[in-house]
Each structure stands twice: as structure tokens, then as C-alpha cells.
């Protein structure tokens, strides 16, 4: 019973560096996103994919990449970390269907000095 | 665009007091609305939502919110609050018209004093 799952859970990067954060659901959900958590901002949604094969901007998409890899998977990298990229990252999915709730991962927290 | 507004940072409510986080959200269309609740170090989990229906939800935990379209808000509440609550609220919506978007507020933290 696993829900989602995100890997790493802790990342300390140098600025410059690259890095690969991963999240697999076992839910068979269709959409899947990725959010940022900082203070006093809330949520934050990156990117999303709305199913296999398809990804979408959200509203900070820039320094990020993302691979929907299967319908289990769905990666987010960062080319070349900047400090302003300090945060709590959230990978989410949510079933097919227009009143579908999204169940959320454990979170990553990234720091990038 | 679709947004939500949480207009406190935070509540502070006595052990036993009814509660009320805030949420205002503005949407094209009818909007599903969300609260998710966030403890320490921890993921969101989902509390209730409003589809469609009834404008009073109940959800997780003894909390409910009322849909209210011509205020455009959906607020959090419950009648007797227990320090057990004190954790991040957020308030969620995705509207059919924006694909599957789902925008979150800035989350408010309540805090439940013994």
C-alpha cells in the first residue's frame, strides 16, 4: 500500500550541479504533477501530466525538465541547480475523473548551495 | 487563470472552540474545490472535496466546508477544534475548463492552544 513514492527524500546540490528526482505511484492514476513547497507561497505546480505519453507547464516551469516515463513514473530534473531552486519538492497523482482527489509523496527537500 | 486565496497565515483557536480557515477561489466555470491538511515533514493528505451537489461536505476528522458560488468560497470548519488539529491547511480547486490543473492556496496554519 504504498501510494507515492519520491526518491530521494533529502539533496544537498552544488549550484551547477544536475539532478534527478523520481516518484512512482502504484494507484494506476492517470495524471501525476509536481509541485515545490516554499514558505509563504504554498503550492507551486512545476509541471503536470495529464496521462502516459503527455506533459504539461505549470506555473514555474523554468530550470526543469520532466520525463513521464510510464504511467508508473514520472521524473523531474534539474539541468543546473540554482540556489533559488532551495525547496520541498511534492510529486502527486490523481485518478481519472473530473472529481478525482490527488494523493501526494513524502516530499523531497532539496537545498542547492 | 485560476486561483485560490487563503486570506490568514494563520488561526489560533482554544481547544474546544469551533474553527473556520478561509478559502476564496476564482475559477472559469464550476469549480471542484479540495482542503488538504499537512502535518511536520510530512506530504498533503486529503480532508473533503465539493463536486457537485450539496453546498455543506463533511470529511476526515470531524472537519466540513460550505460551498457558497455566490461568494466564491469554501470554508473550512468544525465545531469543536482539538490541539490534535494544529497542522497547514490548504485549499485546493480545479476547474474542468483548465484540463487537469490543480491550483493550491497559500496555505493557512492553524494553531489549537489547550
Known amino acids: 500500500n504504498a501510494g507515492v513514492t519520491q526518491t530521494p527524500k533529502f539533496q544537498v546540490l552544488k549550484t551547477g550541479q544536475s539532478m534527478t528526482l523520481q516518484c512512482a505511484q502504484d494507484m494506476n492514476h492517470n495524471s501525476m504533477y509536481w509541485y515545490r513547497q516554499d514558505p509563504g507561497m504554498g503550492l507551486r505546480l512545476i509541471y503536470y501530466s495529464a496521462s502516459e505519453g503527455t506533459t504539461d507547464k505549470g506555473e514555474v516551469p523554468n530550470g526543469y525538465n520532466v520525463s513521464r516515463l510510464n504511467k508508473r513514473e514520472f521524473s523531474l530534473r534539474l539541468e543546473s541547480a540554482a540556489p533559488s531552486q532551495t525547496s520541498v519538492y511534492f510529486c502527486?497523482?490523481?485518478?481519472?475523473?473530473?472529481?478525482?482527489?490527488?494523493?501526494f509523496g513524502q516530499g523531497t527537500r532539496l537545498t542547492v548551495v | 487563470a485560476q486561483s485560490v486565496a487563503q486570506p490568514e497565515d494563520q488561526v489560533n483557536v482554544a481547544e474546544g472552540n469551533p474553527l473556520t480557515v478561509k478559502c476564496t477561489y476564482s475559477?472559469?466555470?464550476?469549480?471542484?474545490l479540495f482542503w488538504y491538511v499537512q502535518y511536520p515533514n510530512r506530504g498533503l493528505q486529503f480532508l473533503l472535496k465539493y463536486i457537485t451537489g450539496d453546498n455543506l461536505v463533511k470529511g476526515s476528522y470531524g472537519f466540513e466546508a460550505e460551498f457558497n458560488k455566490s461568494q466564491t468560497s469554501f470554508h473550512l470548519k468544525k465545531p469543536s477544534a482539538l490541539v490534535s488539529d494544529s497542522a497547514l491547511y490548504f485549499c485546493a480547486v480545479r476547474a474542468p475548463l483548465a484540463g487537469n490543473m490543480l491550483t493550491f492556496g497559500g496555505g493557512t496554519r492553524l494553531m489549537v492552544k489547550p
Open positions: 502527486a497523482s490523481r485518478a481519472l475523473g473530473q472529481g478525482g482527489e490527488a494523493f
Open positions: 475559477v472559469s466555470g464550476n469549480p471542484y
